[in-house]
C-alpha cells in the first residue's frame, strides 16, 4: 500500500489551500490507496474556530470526516492523525493512533511539552514523532520523549534538511518517516511510505509503524 502520512486541508488548517474532497481525490488519481489527516491540532487554530463560536475539537473531527467520506466515494482509504504544536514553542509533532477520547481534551494537551505527552503518548499506546525537525524556527527536542522523526518531509516551501533527519534518526535509533506536508495541489503524492501490509484503520498503520514494516519514498 502507497500511503501518505502528513497531508492538510483548508476546512480546518488555515495554510491548507485544498479542500477535503479535492484532496482526497487527487490523491486517489495519484495512485495512493491510503492517507492521514493530520490538520494543525494548536492553541492557535482551538482560538480561530472559538472566536467563530465554533467548538474546535468538534470542527476537527467534521473536517476529518469529510475526508473519511470522500475515501469512500475514491476508493482511497482515510485516517485521523495530528499535526500538534504545544503552547511553549514553534516544534510540530505528529501523532498516530491517539483516540478521540485522549484527543477531545485537546487544551491539556496543549499545555504539555514533549516530555509530559511522551509519557502519555507510552500509557495510551499511541505513536510520537518530531516533523520536520531541522526546519528553520524549529528546537530539535531529547530523542528518548519520541517514538520516531520526520525523515522526508515533501512540502517544496521548506527546507526540511531532510538529509540531515535521517542520520539523526539513525544515530538515535529514532523510527523514520515521511509524508508530502501536503497543502495544494503541486505538494500532492510528493513522499510517503510503500508497505506490503493491509492498512485498513488507525490501527493497522500504527501496527506497521511500531514494526518498520515500510519503504520511504
Not at 538529509?163 to 503524492?189: F, P, R
Amino acid at each position: 500500500m502507497k500511503i501518505d502520512l502528513h497531508v492538510h486541508t483548508s476546512e480546518i488548517s488555515a495554510c491548507g489551500m485544498l479542500s477535503a474532497e479535492d484532496t482526497v481525490r487527487l490523491y486517489a488519481e495519484a495512485g495512493y490507496d491510503a492517507i492521514v489527516i493530520t490538520n494543525h491540532f494548536a492553541a492557535y487554530n482551538k482560538e480561530r474556530f472559538e472566536r467563530a463560536g465554533l467548538d474546535f475539537f468538534s470542527e476537527y473531527m467534521k473536517g476529518y470526516e469529510l475526508a473519511r467520506s470522500a475515501g469512500e466515494r475514491y476508493g482511497i482509504t482515510v485516517l485521523c492523525g495530528f499535526e500538534l504544536r504545544f503552547n511553549r514553542n514553534e516544534n510540530d509533532y505528529l501523532v498516530y493512533g491517539m483516540d478521540e477520547q485522549t484527543a477531545s481534551d485537546c487544551s491539556s494537551i496543549f499545555a504539555m511539552g514533549p516530555r509530559e505527552f511522551s509519557a502519555l503518548a507510552r500509557e495510551k499506546d499511541f505513536l510520537f514523532y518530531q516533523a520536520h525537525p531541522f526546519r528553520n524556527n524549529m528546537t530539535v527536542v531529547y530523542p528518548g520523549y519520541l517514538f520516531g522523526i520526520e525523515i522526508k518531509n515533501g512540502n517544496p516551501r521548506h527546507d526540511s534538511r531532510n538529509d540531515i533527519a535521517a542520520m539523526w534518526a539513525e544515530k538515535y535509533g529514532l523510527h523514520g518517516i515521511a509524508g508530502s506536508d501536503c497543502h495544494q495541489t503541486e505538494d500532492v503524492g510528493a513522499s510517503g511510505i510503500i508497505t506490503g501490509a493491509a492498512v485498513r484503520n488507525i490501527n493497522d498503520l500504527v501496527a506497521v509503524l511500531k514494526s518498520s514494516d515500510y519503504t520511504i519514498i
